[in-house]
């Protein structure tokens, strides 16, 4: 089953949102997180959760650490932002 991903039109709305109450800063680095963790989902969902390493061996794909810790990321941003 595809994920559903947002398009450029809802982040965009979301964007001008958080920027209205968020510094540029905050917002340029809530950007970069989005955008690597929809790059990890777009790499997943095409090559799948698994794939092979240089030995050969069957290996979780390595875009799903990358995707869970950006969005660790983007929750400790938030909640340190929040406490500003």
Known sequence: MKRA???PSTTDLVREQVRMRTPETIIE???TIIDR????????????????DMKGS???HPAIKIEQDSIKMLDDLMAKHKKA
Do not use: F, L, M, Q
Request: with cysteine; charged share 30%; proline share 4%.
């Open 58 to 60: 069957v290996i979780a």
């Open 29 to 31: 680095a809530i950007a």
């Open 37 to 52: 963790r929809n790059e990890c989902k777009r790499r997943i969902d095409t090559e799948g959760i698994v794939v092979r």
């Open 5 to 7: 991903t947002p398009t």
